[in-house]
């Protein structure tokens, strides 16, 4: 895949499946601005790892309304152009129904929508007025196979990657005249620092088991599913949710 020429901002690029995307179009001859929100160090590591000239950090919280609008426009005035966006960044809190008292519920719930589900809604409306006005884009949203098989201890993030989906294929439809290509890559367990982080020893020992891989994913591989939406031949694929949980989780 070649992206010489192409501009994309990835949100949360600084570590884990964002850092591995940033990476990975990098070496494909993209221009890539790295979003992140507060881990300067990590983000200029991730920086000096990326092959060629050009890329750049934006330092924006996606959270904030205002983060969102001041993100697309500093991409804008520093590249001219945004081809491709990537939402990526996302919060896993966990809020076990039988731990958590209503406040700690009612706040990761809001947490959870707002980075997860808002701000790649938000984020998209941005970048496609930006891609209407410049002929085309894509935008691929990162997903989870919780979306689809249930998060019982996060039930806020399994919600907000469900909508995520749908906010995709909607966007696939609405956008497709404006060649605008919408698409979501769906990871099962990666190894990143969200995915060491939330689970205890016993939950990953679980999780191997479900793995016919005997494994987590790499972050490399979802983002070369990420890549593969993001591609010229990938037009047609357009409203798909790409799987990448190593046939832990089988959807018909
Ligand atoms: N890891 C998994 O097992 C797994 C499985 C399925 C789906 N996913 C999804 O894949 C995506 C990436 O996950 P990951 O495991 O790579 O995450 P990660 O290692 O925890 O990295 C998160 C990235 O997002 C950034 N970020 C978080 N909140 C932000 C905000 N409000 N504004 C701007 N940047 C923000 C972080 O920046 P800072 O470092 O500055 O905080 C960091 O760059 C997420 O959407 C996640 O839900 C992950």
């Known amino acids: 895949m070649n992206f010489t020429g192409k501009n994309v901002l990835i949100t949360g690029g600084s570590r884990g499946i964002g850092k591995a995307t940033a990476l990975a179009f990098a070496k494909a001859g993209a221009m890539v601005g790295i979003n992140y929100k507060s881990n300067t160090e990590k983000a200029k590591e991730t920086l000096d790892l990326l092959k060629g000239e050009g890329h750049k ?108 989906n749908a906010m995709s294929q909607s966007l696939a439809k609405r956008l497709a005249p404006y060649q605008i290509y919408v698409g979501a890559v769906a990871p099962g367990f990666t190894e990143t620092d969200m995915g060491a982080k939330t689970l205890t020893p016993v939950e990953r020992e679980n999780l191997l088991r479900e793995s016919p891989f005997k494994r987590m994913a790499q972050p490399e591989e979802v983002a070369h599913a990420v890549l593969f939406l993001a591609s010229e031949g990938a037009a047609y694929s357009s409203g798909a949710i790409i799987d990448v949980n190593g046939a832990s989780y089988l959807r018909s």
């Not at 960044?89 to 700690?104: C, K, Q, R, Y």
């Not at 410049?134 to 399994?158: C, L, M």
């Open 57 to 164: 950090l934006f330092q924006y919280n996606i959270s904030s309304r205002e983060d969102q609008q001041a993100l697309i426009q500093d991409f804008i005035k520093v590249y001219g152009k945004l081809d491709i966006l990537v939402n990526n960044a996302g919060i896993s809190i966990p809020h076990d129904i039988d731990d958590v008292d209503f406040d700690d519920w009612s706040r990761a719930w809001e947490q959870t929508l707002q980075t997860n589900l808002l701000a790649p809604a938000n984020l998209s409306y941005l970048a496609a007025k930006e891609m209407i006005s410049t002929g085309g884009g894509r935008i691929v949203n990162v997903s989870s196979r919780g979306a689809f098989r249930g998060e019982p201890t996060k039930p806020a993030y399994g919600a907000s990657k469900a909508a995520l």
